[in-house]
């Protein structure tokens, strides 16, 4: 079946008992059981099993392309739990251009729990890794595109270096969805969402995903999911559901409306450069082109100083100054001062004059207009 048929259907046969089309929200925490130790369908608690969760488990797998996905209660839940499958004394290779609560974690949980962690630039990431991984290495994580910059990885290559040196790679793919890519088609061995996102798309929940290429993979982070405890509720559950059945649709719209505003930013006198792997300008572009069905709806781009960034930021009237992204509304943020200021002090930190754009589904006209005023 093609990407929009399953998004409504995969693992979602109308309900047994009373014919309903749309997923039961199965609230609640415990099963009668048939016999002592005889489950019915494996349910015996909700922190090990929900139907609705499974539901939402096995309809975003069959997106990312394979049989095994996990469902969290966050995003940053999901990835924790994926670094529990490494010890401490570890060694992961890691972009320096993620979300900087990735950073977060890793530098300010597992670095002093004695996790080693080597960051690469994304322009040279290509060519450092190899010798990054040299001395070793269990895991290598990667965003594309990245968060803030839109940076583009050719996760392909980035497989070939992490197998040959016995690592897994990890790919969170929030930005593209996977409307947009699909990592273990290229490769890779995990691929991590916020659900809160794109999947979500309605600014109405927090969630987290692990999709698995390996079976014998899966069962190892199900028994980290189940014995850490970092589950969505059912109703989180459901409206992530909910939100993969418009999400081709969506995610149409998000691009176009992107690609739109960031020619127009493009020519903007007061906007010094935009970030965004549709224009043939970007670096990545040939990269993001041959490895995703289009380009996405984030973009950032520079403004003349920092007090230019944070005034244009506060001045739209359509596009609202918040966090997150991924939703059907249109959000404008100061990466700095906001979603990535956990990396001041990095050698990746975001640049004081960027500023975030998540696009949403409104008029592009209206949002090309709110710009334009605010730009001054």
């Keep these: 079946m093609d990407f929009q048929t399953r998004a409504i259907h995969a693992g979602q046969d109308p309900d047994p008992i009373t014919g309903a089309v749309t997923v039961p929200i199965y609230q609640t925490s415990t099963y009668a059981q048939d016999g002592v130790g005889k489950p019915r369908g494996g349910f015996d608690y909700s922190r090990s099993a929900n139907p609705t969760r499974r539901a939402l488990e096995v309809c975003l797998a069959s997106l990312e392309s394979t049989e095994h996905g996990l469902a969290f209660g966050s995003g ?55 010798g990054a991984l040299e001395g070793g290495a269990d895991l290598v994580w990667l965003e594309t595109p990245t968060n803030p910059l839109l940076n583009i990885v050719d996760i392909a290559a ?86 993969l059945k418009t999400l081709a649709v ?43 069905d289009g380009f996405g709806g984030m973009l950032s781009f520079l403004a003349e100083s920092e007090a230019e960034a944070v005034r244009v930021a506060e001045s739209t009237e359509i596009w609202a100054l918040a966090e997150s992204l991924g939703g059907v509304e249109s959000l404008i943020e100061h990466p700095g001062r906001m ?13 004081s004059e960027l500023i975030r754009l998540s696009v949403g589904i ?12 605010a730009l001054g």
């Excluded at 320096?96 to 004695?114: A, Q």
């Excluded at 979603?339 to 640049?351: E, G, I, K, L, N």
């Design 76 to 130: 940053m839940a999901a990835t924790t739990t994926v670094m529990h499958l490494l010890s401490p004394g570890a060694h992961v290779v890691s972009l320096g251009d993620v979300y900087g609560g990735t950073y977060r974690l890793f530098s300010r949980v597992y670095e002093p729990k004695g996790y080693r962690f080597t960051y690469l630039a994304a322009d040279s990431f290509a060519d450092e890794l190899p």
């Design 362 to 373: 409104e008029s592009a006209d209206d949002l090309i207009a709110d710009l334009e005023r």
């Design 250 to 292: 969506r995610m149409r719209a998000h691009c176009d409306n992107a690609a739109r505003i960031a020619e127009f930013l493009e020519a903007h006198p007061r906007v010094t450069r935009v970030l965004y792997p549709g224009l043939a300008s970007h670096p990545g572009h040939e990269i993001a082109a041959r490895q995703m």
């Design 158 to 243: 980035a497989a070939e270096a992490a197998h040959a040196a016995g690592a897994l790679l990890a790919v969170d793919n929030t930005f593209a969805s996977p409307y947009l890519q699909r990592p273990l088609e290229h490769g890779a061995d995990l691929v991590v969402h916020s659900t809160t996102k794109y999947l979500g798309g309605h600014s109405d929940l927090v969630g987290g995903f692990v999709a698995i290429a390996d079976g014998e993979l899966a069962e190892r982070l199900w028994f980290l999911q189940n014995s850490l405890g970092g589950v969505p509720g059912p109703l989180d559950s459901w409206l992530v559901l909910r939100g």
């Design 339 to 351: 979603t990535h200021a956990s990396t001041a002090d990095s050698p990746f930190a975001a640049p």
